[in-house]
T-cell receptor, first 112, second 118 residues
């Protein structure tokens, strides 16, 4: 069956460190993968998209890698700040209508 | 500012009544919108794909007679929860993608609607 797996346990890190979140998928062949941020009680906010022919994508303090052999994407936040505390979701496109299917998300807490 | 707007942001209704949630794309026309629901501390679960001018496509396990979707125009989709029960209490979120040939276009999400059925 198709699965998108993210670490369900919260990730706690110290301010200034690099946070690394993992997204693994099975039985998908996505042309691209997306990462979103979701704050409590709010809708997801798009952060980054990486295509299957791209190994790495950067945007300010964010970096995403995409390994189609391992079927894995890593999401990094460098020089993390308490304001980065949120739940981060990875998502894949699936189906004829380009439906966006989400992983369960990983909650990140950055402590001062 | 928001490019996808949902209304209401919070609604409380009595069991057995119906409640309608609106999703509007503000800056673009969306032939396709998506409806999700999210329980506390869980991921977004896709409920249905809303298509302008035609019937919605529902995901497996989602009752189409329970969750009525109407995509009346290129900027408006509505989700009506009929005969609501307490177990329907959830966070409902819509999304829309601007048109274009690039299927990787950013998808915009609404702010979500909290439904509480008492």
């Amino acid at each position: 069956s198709q699965k998108i797996e993210q670490n369900s346990e919260a990730l706690n890190i110290q301010e200034g460190k690099t946070a690394t979140l993992t997204c693994n998928y099975t039985n998908y062949s996505p042309a691209y993968l997306q990462w979103y941020r979701q704050d409590p009680g709010r809708g997801p906010v798009f952060l980054l998209l990486i295509r299957e022919n791209e190994k790495e994508k950067r945007k300010e303090r964010l970096k995403v890698t995409f390994d189609t052999t391992l079927k894995q994407s890593l999401f990094h936040i460098t020089a993390s700040q308490p304001a980065d505390s949120a739940t981060y979701l990875c998502a894949l496109i699936s189906g004829g209508y380009n439906k966006l299917i989400f992983g369960a998300g990983t909650r990140l807490a950055v402590h001062p | 500012g928001a490019v996808v707007s949902q209304h209401p942001s919070r609604v409380i209704c009595k069991s057995g009544t119906s409640v309608k949630i609106e999703c509007r794309s503000l800056d673009f026309q969306a032939t396709t919108m998506f409806w999700y629901r999210q329980f506390p501390k869980q991921s977004l679960m896709l409920m249905a794909t809303s298509n302008e001018g035609s019937k919605a496509t529902y995901e497996q396990g989602v009752e189409k007679d329970k969750f009525l979707i109407n995509h009346a125009s290129l900027t408006l989709s509505t989700l009506t929860v009929t005969s609501a029960h307490p177990e329907d209490s959830s966070f409902y979120i819509c999304s829309a993608r601007p048109p274009g040939l690039n299927s990787g276009n950013t998808i915009y999400f609404g702010e979500g609607s909290w439904l509480t059925v008492v």
